[in-house]
């Protein structure tokens, strides 16, 4: 899990480097990278290309590339760790949406958790100006869609394959970013150029890892690992991309990691 969210860290440090590019050419190369790997893994493997579930696979790629969009978008106004820490108040929504369409309860200690975790977020947006207000909402419907994305994966369940539901993904975000590119086309140079690519690389390892760890051991121990993420992007951004963070930010930072932990023991220790 920590090569997960190491790649992870290195894809979103390298997007915040490569600002001068548009989003859509930035979508573009980080899916295409990931679509080369996931088309081999599938023909090796002689798993179908299109799946079973066609439709929600193919809602989830339009979802997700929307995520991307904006997630991508979002961090061209705003510092990447507080990109990535306001990211993760997708499983709040995610839960909030379970309540809604699948009648799923939510207890008084998790709603307190959710508030802490707003709170936070209210901390990381009070201290930003006003045009970077923009990037913050950008990045929360991010997490928002993200939400949605993790309800229509476990609608699919194991009736296709993950790597089948990450190639969908893949090849929407590589099309939808391909052709908003045309637009806005910058050609890049070598150096540039790799750094494009290995985008899509970092990205495929992060999911790769990920999914590996979530197979091996039980997702009450992986999951608080997730949130090093967050660590690894700070350290990233203030040492790489020299950005400077206000104690207040890292403070709402924290809550909001404290209280998506708090909430991940409360329901394994509770459930």
């Not at 993200?146 to 539901?165: C, E, F, M, Q, R």
């Not at 790489?240 to 220790?269: M, P, S, T």
Request: hydrophobic share 55%; proline share 3%.
């Amino acid at each position: 899990m920590i090569l997960s969210t190491l790649s992870f860290a290195l894809m979103n440090a390298l997007v915040k480097y490569l600002i001068s590019y548009h989003t859509f050419q930035l979508v573009f190369f980080r899916s295409l990278g990931s679509l080369i790997l996931t088309f081999s893994i599938l023909k090796s493997k002689n798993i179908p290309l299109l799946g079973n579930q066609k439709t929600l696979l193919l809602i989830r790629g339009l979802v997700g590339v929307s995520a991307m969009i904006l997630f991508f978008s979002g961090i061209q106004y705003i510092g990447v760790a507080s990109s990535v820490t306001l990211r993760y108040t997708s499983p709040i929504f995610a839960a909030i949406l379970a309540v809604i369409f699948f009648k799923e309860k939510i207890k008084i200690p998790q709603w307190t958790f959710f508030i802490l975790a707003f709170f936070g977020v209210y901390l990381i947006k009070s201290y930003q100006p006003l045009s970077s207000s923009i990037g913050v909402l950008m990045v929360l419907g991010a997490a928002f869609l993200s939400a949605i994305v993790y309800l229509i994966i476990s609608k699919i369940g194991d009736n296709d394959h993950p790597v089948t539901i990450v190639h969908y993904f893949m090849f929407i975000a590589t099309l939808v970013g391909g052709i908003g590119s045309v637009f806005f086309w910058k050609t890049p140079e070598l150096k540039e150029l790799l750094l494009l690519i290995s985008l899509g690389v970092f990205g495929f390892f992060g999911q790769y890892y990920m999914t590996l760890a979530f197979q091996n051991y039980k997702p009450h121990l992986v999951a608080p690992f997730k949130y090093v993420e967050v660590f690894f992007t700070f350290t990233m951004s203030i040492f790489f991309l020299n950005e400077a963070y206000d104690l207040v930010q890292i403070l709402g930072a924290i809550l909001i990691i404290v209280a998506l932990l708090l909430n991940i023991w409360y329901k394994f220790r509770f459930k």
